[in-house]
C-alpha cells in the first residue's frame, strides 16, 4: 500500500512538472511572437543616401529581410498580397541582407524565392545592411511607403506577430494609403535583427 501511494504520488508529481514545463513553453513562444523588433528611424523624405531606384513622382514601398528569418515567410507573403491590391503604380522594393563575410548564394533560401515570385518586385542585394541603414531600420520585415514626392507615409511591419500571415492594421494602413494617396501610417514590426541599433551588423 505505502508503495502504491508513494507511485501515485510521483506520478502526480511527474504531471505536475511536466503540466508546469508545457506551460513556461507557451508562455516563452507567446513572448517571442507577441516581441516586437526594433523599429526603424525612417528619414521622413526619402533618403539621399540609398542606391535603391526610385522613378520621379513615382510611390514607393520597400521592405528589408533577412533571408534566414523564419518570421519573414509571414512579412513576405503579406508584402505580396500588399503588391496584389495596390495600385499599380507603386514600386516595390525588397531589400535582401547579407553579410559581407558570406559567400554568395547564402541569400538563396525560401524566403528569398518568395520575394522573387512577388508581381513586379525588385529585389536587391543589400550588403552589410548598406541600404538598411540608409532607411534607418533594423528589423527583417521593416516596411516603408513613400509617396511620390518621396515623403514617408507609411513605417513598420505588415505582420500582426511573428511568423503569422492574415489581415493586419500595417496592410490595411499601407493599402489604404496608396490607394486613397492620403493620410500616414505606423505599426510594429516583428522580425530578426539585421542590424544592431547602433549601426553594427549582426
Not at 528569418?69 to 535582401?96: M, W
Not at 499601407?174 to 501610417?185: C, D, E, F, K, N
Request: charged share 20%; glycine share 10%; with cysteine.
Amino acid at each position: 500500500m505505502i508503495r502504491q501511494r508513494l507511485f501515485l504520488s510521483m506520478l502526480v508529481l511527474a504531471a505536475i512538472v511536466w503540466a508546469g514545463t508545457v506551460a513556461a513553453a507557451y508562455r516563452a513562444i507567446r513572448q517571442f511572437e507577441t516581441t516586437p523588433g526594433v523599429a526603424a528611424t525612417a528619414p521622413k523624405v526619402w533618403p539621399e543616401s540609398t542606391h535603391v531606384a526610385r522613378s520621379a513622382g513615382a510611390w514607393s514601398l520597400v521592405m528589408l529581410v533577412h533571408p534566414h528569418c523564419s518570421c519573414s515567410r509571414a512579412s513576405v507573403q503579406e508584402l505580396a498580397e500588399i503588391v496584389k491590391n495596390a495600385p499599380r503604380d507603386v514600386e516595390t522594393t525588397v531589400l535582401v541582407f547579407r553579410p559581407r563575410e558570406m559567400d554568395a548564394g547564402w541569400e538563396r533560401t525560401a524566403v528569398y524565392d518568395a520575394a522573387t515570385r512577388i508581381r513586379g518586385a525588385r529585389v536587391v542585394l543589400d550588403i552589410d545592411a548598406v541600404e538598411a541603414h540608409a532607411f534607418g531600420g533594423f528589423t527583417s520585415g521593416q516596411t516603408f511607403l513613400y509617396d511620390g514626392e518621396g515623403q514617408l507615409r507609411f513605417t513598420g511591419g505588415i505582420t500582426s506577430l511573428r511568423g503569422h500571415a492574415g489581415i493586419n492594421r500595417g496592410r490595411v494602413d499601407i493599402l489604404h494609403i496608396a490607394a486613397t494617396r492620403s493620410g500616414s501610417g505606423k505599426h510594429p514590426v516583428f522580425g530578426c535583427a539585421i542590424t544592431e541599433a547602433e549601426g553594427r551588423t549582426r
